[in-house]
């Protein structure tokens, strides 16, 4: 059905067609898929000891206000995650700022953490309990006077209605924020929030996101924080602000994070980085250009524990689970594994 709708969502503006695509969640217009290896043993796991059908999530980004997470369970997803939501509401840069490189199977985006605030959010989920495992990424407001503090809002606000949090250290569309990548800033912000979850005697799991654009210095430092602070997974990566000169569309040089296809490679060569150096301590969910069994089976091959995708939705559809789950069948019993993470890190 997607493939005979999609020239026509195509040509609509994207913010407009992922507005539509949000609405046709919410009530229920996007039937649900038919799971065909719902319970299939090979891609079964577990994600901050809770157990998961299948390692494939939701990025965030996609359901920025909570609404529909309910319904991409019912899509197949093993988890997802919502955001970036940050402690008021705000409205994000000003349109467009959602730009779709159909050539290149890709977006770029400038949204600029628009949500509508963490009270309102905290509510929604609080009123529509989460079917599946739910994950929380939380940032700043725009104009804060300080950033810590609103990092801390988020994360006393949510951390009882979360299955883990997500701290958001990487978006290009927040003006200086990956100055957090820096050593000493990151480990004053997690330290800040290891100390207040130790005040709140909270077990919620805490993930960090990371730029795909960071050099093998940063990755080293960056490691070494995210070990000395309890953190238990690094979500790589977010959106590129590089990667531009290789592609076909007249709007590859807009400004924004660059998502899909063009860093599929960029971001698996940065998971094997920090899966050689992390050697299993920090789970890896691996995000970048994930839109096929094979895009798949390469995170993993690079060291991603699970994956993560958003773009891949936009180019394949609603049924992209299922798509992803019946290619990596092939491959995996090709390679006549019992289950998926055998397969982890075996590059």
């Not at 157990?51 to 019912?74: H, Q, W």
């Not at 609103?150 to 990956?178: G, M, Q």
């Amino acid at each position: 059905m997607f493939s005979n709708l999609r020239s026509l969502i195509f040509k609509l503006d994207p913010e407009i067609a992922h507005n539509l695509a949000i609405k046709s969640l919410k009530f229920n217009f996007i039937p649900n898929v038919l799971e065909e290896d719902k319970n299939n043993p090979l891609f079964k796991t577990k994600l901050f000891n809770k157990d998961l059908d299948n390692p494939i999530g939701m990025a965030a980004g996609f359901d920025k206000n909570a609404e529909v997470y309910n319904s991409l369970f019912k899509l197949g997803f093993g988890f997802v995650e919502v955001g970036t939501i940050t402690p008021l509401k705000q409205y994000g840069n000003p349109k467009p700022r959602v730009f779709r490189l159909v050539e290149d199977e890709a977006l770029i985006n400038r949204l600029g953490f628009n949500n509508l605030g963490a009270k309102n959010i905290f509510d929604r989920i609080k009123s529509n309990r989460q079917i599946g495992l739910l994950g929380i990424n939380i940032g700043p407001n725009k104009d804060t006077e300080n950033r810590l503090e609103d990092y801390l809002v988020c994360f006393k606000t949510f951390h009882e209605v979360a299955d883990y949090i997500t701290i958001n250290i990487s978006s290009p569309n927040t003006e200086d924020l990956r100055n957090f990548h820096e050593q000493t800033k990151l480990t004053k912000l997690l330290e800040t929030i290891d100390k207040e979850k130790q005040n709140l005697s909270s077990k919620i799991p805490i993930a960090v996101k990371v730029s795909p654009d960071i050099d093998d210095k940063e990755v080293k430092k960056i490691t070494e924080v995210l070990l000395s602070n309890n953190i238990e997974a690094v979500i790589i990566s977010n959106s590129s602000d590089s990667s531009r000169d290789s592609l076909n569309n007249i709007q590859k040089y807009q400004k924004g994070g660059l998502s899909g296809k063009p860093i599929q490679e960029k971001s698996t060569k940065l998971i094997s980085k920090f899966y050689k150096i992390l050697d299993g301590r920090i789970k890896i969910i691996g995000v970048g250009g994930v839109d096929s069994g094979k895009s798949a089976y390469e995170k993993f091959l690079a060291g991603a524990n699970y994956i993560q995708l958003y773009t891949g939705m936009v180019f394949r559809g609603p049924n992209i689970v299922n798509m992803i789950k019946k290619e990596l069948k092939e491959l995996l019993i090709k390679d006549g594994v019992r289950n998926f993470a055998e397969i982890i890190g075996k590059k």
